[in-house]
C-alpha cells in the first residue's frame, strides 16, 4: 500500500519545488490526485504574476491565457462591462473550479501589463493599436480589483518597466498609481515585505507612493530607482517610515537632492543588513549636529558608479560602518571622475578584521595607500577581488600571511607585457594554505604566456598545503586571444589534480 505524505509536508515540499523563473517541475504534481493538485494550484498561482519572464513571444502567449482564468473568476457586472467593450469572453469558463485571485500574493506590475495587452489583441482582433490600449486599459483595471478584493496579502509588488512594453506600461501609469485607492487595498498592502519601483517617472505614480509610506511600515527589502528630485523625497519617505528594512537597493540619475535620500539611509541603520548604492552622489549631504551612530546590522556595502564620497561631511559617515563583512567599489562610469580614496580607506579601517569580503575595481588603478591599508587592517579576509594591480601588488598579497584567504581574483591592468613565468614563480613561494581559488583576469594586450614547467612550480608551492580541492579560473574577453594549453600544461594539471577553467568575462 503507497505510503500517504501528510499534507503539511507535502506543502513545504512543493513550495521548495517551486521557482521564480520556472514552474514546469510543479505541473507534473497537477496529475498525481485531486490531493496533489488542491495543494499545487496556490502555489502556481502565487507565481502567475510574481514570476519573472522571459522575453519570448510564445511563451508570453501562453502565459497571458491566465487572463482568461482570471476573466471566468469576475461577476456579473465585471464580465458585462468587458462585453460591452468588445471582449469575447466566449472563451473563458462561466465559472472557475478555484478563487485563483485569491492565491495571489506577488505581483509583477509589468507581467499584468504584458498579458491584459496580448490577451486583449487576440480577443478583440483589431488592428489599431489605440483601440486596443484604451480597451486593455479597462481590462487591466477590472482583473486589478478582483485580485485586490479577493487575495488577503501580498507581500511583493514589483514595478519594472521593461522597454519592450514600456509604451503600454506608462498608459497604465494612472492606474497603477490608483491601485492603492481600491477599498480593500490598505488591509492587503500592509503585509507587504518587498517593493521593487524601476519604471520611469511619472506623476501619475506619485499617490502610489505617497500611500504606500503610509499603509507599510514593515517592509524588507526596496529596489527603486529615481529619475528626479520630487521622486526622491517621496521614496525617501517610504524608506524612513520601515521598521525593519534589511535590503536596500538604490539606483538614481538625478543630481539632486540626494540629503533627504541619506538621512533616510541613517534613519534605518538599526536594521538594514544590505545596502547597494549606484549612480548617487552626496555632495549635497548636509551633516547634522546629532551624531549618526553605527550601522549595527549592515555587513554588505555596494557602491558603483557614484562619485562625491571623499567630501567631508560624507567622511564622517565611514565611522558608522564597523560591522562591514562585505564591502564593494566599482569604479564611475565616467573614467575621469575622481574617485574617493579616502573615503575608501576609512570604511577598510573601520571594518578591518570584520571583512570577509572585499571588490575593489577603482579607474586607473589601485593606489598604494588603498593597498596598504588591506595589508594591515584586513588581515582576515576571505574573499578578495582587486582589479588593475601591479605585479608588486599581486606578490604582495602572497606574502602578506592571509591565512584564511580562500579566493583571490585579479588582473595587472596597465602591463600588458611581463614575464607570466616570473610572476607564476612568485605566487608559488608564500601562498596561503587555505587559498582553494585563484582567478586571473586576462582582459588587456595579449594572454598570458607561461610554460609547464612554471605552472608545476605553482601547483608544488600550493597543492602542498591544504590538499588537492584547487581550482584556477582563467578569464578573458573575446578580443583576448587564448592561450592554448600545450600536452606539457595538461599533464602536469592532471598529476595534481587542479580544475583548471577558462571562461568569457
Not at 502565487?46 to 514570476?51: H, M, N, S, V, Y
Not at 471566468?72 to 457586472?77: H, I, L, N, Q
Not at 483595471?141 to 511583493?156: G, M, Q, T, V
Not at 575595481?361 to 577581488?385: A, G, Q, R, W
Request: proline fraction near 3%.
Amino acid at each position: 500500500m503507497a505510503t500517504k505524505i501528510p499534507t503539511e509536508i507535502l506543502i513545504k515540499i512543493l513550495n521548495n519545488v517551486q521557482s521564480s523563473h520556472s514552474t514546469q517541475d510543479l505541473y507534473s504534481s497537477l496529475l498525481v490526485n485531486r490531493i496533489w493538485c488542491k495543494i499545487t494550484i496556490p502555489i502556481l498561482w502565487e507565481l502567475t504574476l510574481g514570476q519573472e519572464c522571459c522575453m519570448d513571444d510564445e511563451e508570453l502567449s501562453k502565459k497571458a491565457l491566465c487572463i482568461r482564468t482570471y476573466i471566468s473568476c469576475m461577476d456579473t457586472r465585471a464580465k458585462t462591462l468587458l462585453t460591452q467593450n468588445g471582449f469575447d469572453l466566449s472563451s473563458s469558463l462561466p465559472q472557475a473550479t478555484f478563487d485563483y485571485p485569491s492565491f495571489t500574493h506577488k505581483i509583477i506590475i509589468d507581467n499584468l501589463v504584458y498579458f491584459v495587452s496580448i490577451y486583449s489583441q487576440q480577443i478583440i482582433g483589431s488592428d489599431q493599436d489605440n483601440y486596443i490600449i484604451t480597451k486593455s486599459r479597462i481590462l487591466f483595471r477590472e482583473i486589478c480589483k478582483l485580485i485586490i478584493n479577493r487575495c488577503k496579502f501580498l507581500d511583493s509588488f514589483k514595478m519594472a518597466g521593461v522597454p519592450k512594453f514600456s509604451y503600454n506600461v506608462l498608459n497604465h501609469s494612472d492606474l497603477i498609481g490608483s491601485i492603492l485607492k481600491l477599498p480593500s487595498a490598505p488591509k492587503v498592502f500592509k503585509k507587504l515585505e518587498s517593493f521593487t519601483s524601476m519604471i520611469e517617472d511619472h506623476e501619475s505614480i506619485y499617490p502610489l507612493y505617497k500611500s504606500l509610506a503610509l499603509i507599510c511600515d514593515n517592509i524588507l527589502n526596496i529596489d527603486l530607482k529615481f529619475n528626479t528630485p520630487y521622486q526622491i523625497r517621496l521614496l525617501a519617505r517610504l524608506i524612513s517610515v520601515q521598521k525593519r528594512l534589511e535590503n536596500l537597493s538604490v539606483v538614481t540619475f538625478s543630481n539632486q537632492d540626494y540629503d533627504s535620500l541619506l538621512w533616510a539611509i541613517i534613519s534605518q541603520k538599526e536594521t538594514l543588513k544590505i545596502l547597494r548604492l549606484k549612480l548617487v552622489s552626496y555632495c549635497q549631504f548636509e551633516q547634522k549636529s546629532s551624531p549618526i551612530g553605527q550601522f549595527t546590522s549592515l555587513q554588505e556595502l555596494y557602491i558603483e558608479g557614484s562619485h562625491s564620497f571623499h567630501d567631508s561631511d560624507c567622511l564622517y559617515l565611514t565611522s558608522s560602518f564597523t560591522k562591514l563583512s562585505s564591502f564593494h567599489y566599482f569604479r564611475s562610469v565616467y573614467p575621469y571622475t575622481r574617485y574617493p580614496q579616502e573615503f575608501i580607506i576609512k570604511i577598510l579601517e573601520t571594518a578591518n578584521n570584520n571583512l570577509k569580503n572585499i571588490y575593489l575595481d577603482i579607474y586607473p588603478t589601485i593606489t598604494s595607500d588603498i593597498f596598504s591599508t588591506i595589508l594591515n587592517y584586513c588581515i582576515k579576509i576571505t574573499k578578495l577581488t582587486l582589479r588593475n594591480l601591479s605585479h608588486e601588488q599581486v606578490i604582495a598579497i602572497f606574502n602578506n600571511n592571509f591565512n584564511e584567504l580562500r579566493r583571490f581574483s585579479f588582473d595587472c591592468g596597465g602591463e600588458k607585457e611581463f614575464d607570466a613565468n616570473k610572476l607564476l614563480c612568485k605566487m608559488a613561494e608564500n601562498i596561503p594554505e587555505s587559498l582553494e581559488t585563484i582567478e586571473i583576469r586576462m582582459i588587456y594586450g595579449a594572454p598570458w604566456i607561461f610554460s609547464a614547467d612554471s605552472l608545476r612550480k605553482l601547483f608544488e608551492g600550493w597543492c602542498c598545503k591544504g590538499g588537492r580541492n584547487k581550482k584556477v579560473i582563467i578569464k578573458r574577453t573575446e578580443q583576448t586571444p587564448l592561450f592554448i594549453l600545450s600536452d606539457e600544461h595538461s599533464k602536469v594539471i592532471e598529476e595534481y589534480g587542479v580544475q583548471f577553467d577558462f571562461k568569457l568575462y
